[in-house]
């Protein structure tokens, strides 16, 4: 697996039924392995996983599977310990190159119950796996030392997504660790400030909507501040409706999103409208 690079956290499209657009989904990923991207992670929170039963879960693995000559990684997260490692196991037979490994769903509790979660998914699969870490959105911090430590117990262990939104993580793992795990920013707008402190991939949002440019942001391209407001839409909870507005505004895609999310409407959908437009209409 190559933790290196541009990696979208993939967006899951539906149909008017609010099923699974398989082959938009093919579409999709393709076109972000051609625009430049290293590989593909499905079913993450961008991807509303939380809002795929388990069968389609495997469903969206086995189409970007057989889409793509690229990794695909699986996102790991559920309710439950049992239920991450039947799902790892899955995306393994499915033929998946990794795994991102999130803690469960809802409970968020001490280390000594986190780290047993997520050694009981690593423990599940020979593949590589990447930690993922996003205290804002999950509640659960896994701090430098805990990461290093999960690090020495598993081999498979081998990157680490850091969505801490604090740069000085970075820093902080690669003291610990050196090279010994790839650092992936998962903060879009803190990319730039990522690579300079030493992480070598990104999974990225909104690549989904502009792949070529996340790709020449990341290579040094200097666009960063065209492309910060749009980046900037990352990072608030209805991430999912912007970015999949952004893909819809590009001709890429739809704004639809499984509920409890909604599209979003009214004076909030104009505004967000009026920033997409006016970066486009200045696109690079």
């Known amino acids: 697996m190559n933790w290196r690079g541009v990696l979208p956290a993939i967006t899951t499209p539906f149909n008017e039924d609010l099923t699974v657009d398989h082959p938009f989904l093919a579409k999709h990923a393709r076109w972000m392995i051609e625009s430049g991207c290293t590989g593909i992670v499905a079913l993450g929170s961008l991807g509303e996983g939380a809002t795929l039963e388990f069968d389609e879960k495997v469903a969206v693995l086995q189409t970007c599977v057989r889409s793509l000559h690229a990794p695909v990684v699986a996102a790991i997260s559920?309710?439950?310990?049992?239920?991450?490692?039947?799902?790892?196991?899955k995306a393994e037979e499915s033929g998946c190159s990794g795994l991102m490994v999130l803690p469960p769903y809802v409970y968020s509790t001490d280390w000594r119950e986190m780290k047993a979660h997520v050694a009981a998914v690593l423990?599940?699969?020979?593949?590589?796996?990447?930690?993922?870490?996003?205290?804002?959105?999950?509640?659960?911090?896994?701090?430098?030392?805990?990461?290093?430590?999960?690090?020495?117990?598993?081999?498979?262990?081998?990157?680490?997504?850091?969505?801490?939104?604090?740069?000085?993580?970075?820093?902080?793992?690669?003291?610990l660790l050196g090279d010994r795990l790839a650092i992936l920013v998962g903060v879009d707008d803190a990319i730039v400030e990522g690579i300079a402190a030493g992480a070598v991939g990104?999974?990225?949002?909104?690549?989904?909507a502009l792949p070529e440019e996340s790709v020449a942001l990341f290579d040094g391209a200097k666009i960063y501040e065209w492309f910060l407001p749009l980046l900037r839409l990352d990072t608030v909870p209805k991430f999912v409706q912007l970015i999949k507005l952004v893909q819809q505004e590009v001709g890429m895609g739809n704004e639809r999103v499984r509920p409890p999310r909604l599209p979003l409407a009214g004076a909030e959908r104009d505004a967000a409208l009026e920033l997409i437009r006016a970066a486009l209409e200045r696109r690079p």
């Open 202 to 208: 990104w999974i990225a949002g909104l690549v989904n």
């Open 123 to 175: 423990r599940a699969t020979t593949l590589s796996c990447m930690l993922y870490n996003n205290p804002i959105a999950y509640r659960t911090d896994f701090l430098p030392e805990q990461i290093a430590e999960l690090a020495a117990e598993h081999e498979n262990l081998q990157a680490v997504k850091e969505s801490s939104a604090d740069v000085r993580r970075i820093t902080a793992i690669r003291a």
């Open 78 to 89: 559920a309710l439950s310990t049992a239920a991450a490692v039947r799902l790892a196991k």
